[in-house]
């Protein structure tokens, strides 16, 4: 790497991710969030309730399953889904396994 002189070479460098080693796929997006702030997102609104013929059709569209029980229970689960058990790591969790912008 080459010397650093400069404090704004410094910052760049610490922001390319090409010097780092391999990361988790929510950091490009993280680094974004975290420079300029993330949307104010207020109260989330709970999910609507689905009828098995309308869960299947949104996940055959390509929505995501997000099973949120302990992964003790995940042995048995719906096909396609990930698990992310609900603690005190959840949004972490969830924010490293699912792909941004996916329903």
Known sequence: MAELNKKDEFVQQCLDLKHLPKVPPY????R?????????????????????????????????VLDCRQPE???????GA?????????PTWTGTVLPPDTP
Request: charged share 20%; net charge negative; aromatic share 8%.
């Open 27 to 30: 950091w490009s997006r993280m």
């Open 32 to 64: 974004k969030m975290n420079t300029e702030g993330p949307a104010v997102l207020g109260m989330m609104p709970e999910p609507e309730a689905l009828s098995p013929d309308e869960f299947e059709g949104k996940q055959q569209d390509g929505a995501l």
């Open 73 to 79: 229970a995940f042995g048995v689960h719906i096909p």
């Open 82 to 90: 990930l698990n992310v058990g609900m603690g005190s790591s959840f």
